[in-house]
């Protein structure tokens, strides 16, 4: 018998939205609060019934009722377990000083279609009222993420500063960069960029005119679609680059990236590796929310090949 000849495929789309939620106090795997470190760590679940998969959480908060914020950026799902939900936690840092506050926490999910749950109403999120009458410790710098958590280094468009604190003591720092044009009047976020040897010598300062922004506990910082130096086609901006932040307390907190046009994979090559990722993902794209595309060589969208 001869078998028969497909001509044609179908496929069924996932139109279906994940369904995804914070995990509640008394939930297996709960959320809970640690008033030693002022502290929630919030354990989210969720799943995808569509067949792309959930892809990302989002996390949010409410503090007395106020407009919710997103708790930094969004967390890769990861792999199901065996009963195939999928699983994440983030860490929420508290207001310390008292009085009591009310929390309200919820998540949102993303699928691989770019399916995007729909916000969830008030009796399912997870709320805590909680007071951290702890004296407010000294601010710091508790997280750093390029490119929104993208390996990448060919395009560099955001850096986030996760901080302990919220508020009044980030905007400060903000404040002082865009009142102030150099680093001699007291700008408190400083930029440096060296050559990709990391020579001492090839110190330069960096002008830092992009739009900052203070999005709950992390300052923002925006270099606009050109990204870092301006022009995403371009190796002027390559470099090893250095961040200071001028802390209240006079300490400095310093972190490094560096820039290198054509390194999607990040790790300091442009190799075949890289030529390879891009031709996987040629005409591919990252949905609002996601980790930038790490093949998109200039931020341009879907992934382009080097030319």
């Not at 407010?136 to 390996?151: A, I």
Request: overall charge negative; proline content about 7%; glycine content about 10%.
């Amino acid at each position: 018998m001869k078998t028969p000849l497909i001509e044609a495929n179908t496929y069924v789309p996932d139109l279906t939205a994940p369904v995804t939620w914070v995990n509640g106090t008394t939930a297996t795997n709960p959320s809970t609060v640690n008033t030693s470190t002022d502290t929630f760590t919030l354990n989210v679940t969720g799943s995808d019934t569509g067949g792309s998969g959930l892809a990302y959480f989002e996390v949010f908060v409410s503090i007395d009722g106020q407009p919710a914020q997103q708790i930094g950026p969004a967390i890769p799902a990861g792999a199901p377990d065996s009963n195939g939900y999928d699983h994440a936690a983030v860490t929420y840092q508290g207001l310390v000083g008292g009085p009591s506050h009310l929390y309200r926490f919820y998540s949102i999910g993303i699928d691989g279609a770019g399916n995007v749950e729909a916000p969830h109403p008030s009796p399912n999120d997870v709320t805590f009222l909680q007071e951290f009458s702890a004296t407010p410790p000294p601010l710091e710098v508790t997280g750093f993420s390029v490119e929104h958590g993208s390996p990448s280094r060919s395009y560099v468009r955001y850096l986030d500063l996760t901080f302990d604190a919220t508020g009044s003591a980030l905007q400060s720092i903000v404040d002082s960069v865009n009142d102030n044009a150099n680093f001699s009047t007291g700008q408190e976020i400083r930029p440096y960029k060296y050559d990709l040897n990391g020579d001492a010598s090839s110190k330069t300062q960096v002008s830092l005119q992009e739009t900052l922004s203070v999005i709950d506990h992390v300052i923002e910082i925006d270099f606009g679609k050109g990204g870092i130096g301006g022009n995403p086609n371009s190796t002027a901006a390559d470099g090893y680059y250095e961040l200071d932040i001028v802390l209240p307390n006079g300490q400095i907190a310093v972190h490094y990236f560096d820039r290198l046009l054509g390194d999607v994979a990040g790790d300091g090559i442009v190799d075949q590796n890289d030529l390879n990722e891009i031709a996987a993902e040629i005409n591919e794209s990252s949905q609002l929310g996601w980790t930038p595309l790490s093949a998109d060589v200039t931020g341009a969208g879907p992934s382009r090949r080097l030319t």
